[in-house]
């Protein structure tokens, strides 16, 4: 397993701790709700869902959460300024942990961070995400607000190799940092098979070794527009799971600290592929520890009989 000469960052996040060496905390697990095509949305303008699904799907997370002692951060999109209040509201009710916000309406971004800051939620709102394409408006708001976590989104069309998307992520920090973003996880992006896919773990890496910050991927967009699961017989949800579990699994080798994985129908099966290789990064880390003379607190999994 890797080791670090830079020093590691470590971030807490709402309670959960984000960063680190391989193996010295466990890797977090983020989950999805109230996105287009998930079985409890019912109106995405409108915000409104099955709660009663949604609060099941919850509770799995919570559950596995005290099963493998990886930790859980939601992440909420809503289409709307409305839908994304309604999200926000009942997620912060039915969940204690710390959630992320995320939407392609930029008004809807910014309601929410507005909405966070009205309702004392900043010490878990985790923006998402600081990017190339934020117009003034929305980072003037960033900046005079009480929020300081947020996903910093190191992607340019025309970073298409690692030292252009190096120079797009050191770019990204910058401007996140003018924003009072104190607390980062940083996403150099995923792209999807066939368009890029791989130089996300490559530049996980050079984060890693070159800025010692907390990292973050969503490899679930891998397989998303993958023609081989278009094709009759490989066209269903078991076989699109275990694409969106290797593609996870994956990026966790590659020390990513925590991990987007899609919608929260699939917690259960990303959770405990994510729990055993785990285990496997713990026993290696620790022989490396004892190789080199490296004295340093370990996440000890909670191996299951």
Same mark, same amino acid.
């Given at each position: =397993?890797?080791?670090?000469?830079k020093e590691q960052q470590v971030f807490d996040f709402g309670g959960v701790k984000i960063g680190g060496q391989p193996g010295q905390n466990p890797t977090v697990l983020i989950g999805g709700l109230f996105f287009k095509g998930q079985p409890i949305v019912e109106s995405t303008k409108k915000g409104l869902f099955d709660e009663k699904l ?11 959460? %005290? ?16 839908? =994304? %209040?309604?999200?926000?509201?009942? #997620? ?9 916000? %995320? ?5 809807? &971004? ?7 800051? %009205? ?36 992607? +340019? /069309? ?6 252009? &998307? ?11 940092? @003018? ?21 996300? *773990?490559?530049?996980? #890496? ?21 023609? #081989? ?6 066209? *269903? @949800? ?14 966790? #080798? ?14 259960? @099966? ?12 713990? +026993? ?5 520890? !004892?190789?080199?003379?490296?004295? !340093?607190?370990?996440?000890? /999994?909670?191996?299951?009989?």
């Amino acid at each position: =397993m890797f080791v670090f000469k830079k020093e590691q960052q470590v971030f807490d996040f709402g309670g959960v701790k984000i960063g680190g060496q391989p193996g010295q905390n466990p890797t977090v697990l983020i989950g999805g709700l109230f996105f287009k095509g998930q079985p409890i949305v019912e109106s995405t303008k409108k915000g409104l869902f099955d709660e009663k699904l949604a609060n099941e799907w919850v509770d799995v997370g919570v559950s596995m959460v %005290e099963e493998t002692g990886h930790p859980l951060v939601i992440q909420a999109y809503g289409r709307t300024p409305t839908a =994304m %209040e309604r999200h926000i509201d009942w #997620l912060a009710e039915h969940f204690n942990g710390p959630f992320m916000f %995320e939407s392609t309406s930029a008004k809807a &971004r910014k309601h929410a961070i507005q909405y966070c800051e %009205e309702q004392g939620l900043q010490n878990r709102a985790i923006y998402n995400s600081i990017n190339l394409s934020m117009k003034d408006s929305e980072k003037e708001l960033l900046r005079s607000s009480k929020l300081d976590m947020a996903v910093v989104l190191g992607w +340019s /069309p025309r970073a298409t190799t690692l030292p252009d &998307r190096m120079s797009t992520i050191e770019s990204m920090i910058k401007d996140a940092k @003018e924003m009072g973003i104190t607390k980062m996880v940083v996403d150099p992006a995923t792209m999807p098979v066939g368009a890029g896919y791989g130089l996300e *773990n490559r530049t996980m #890496l050079t984060i890693k070794s070159e800025l010692g910050l907390p990292t973050c991927l969503g490899p679930h967009n891998a397989p998303s527009a993958w023609k #081989l699961l278009k094709k009759p017989g490989f066209d *269903n @949800e078991s076989t699109h799971l275990s694409a969106v579990v290797a593609s996870t699994v994956a990026s966790q #080798l590659f020390a990513t600290d925590c991990i987007m994985y899609g919608s929260m129908i699939r917690t259960k @099966e990303v959770f405990a592929a994510v729990s055993l290789i785990g285990n496997a990064i713990a +026993s290696a880390t620790a022989e490396a520890n !004892r190789a080199l003379g490296i004295d !340093r607190t370990l996440f000890e /999994p909670r191996t299951i009989d």
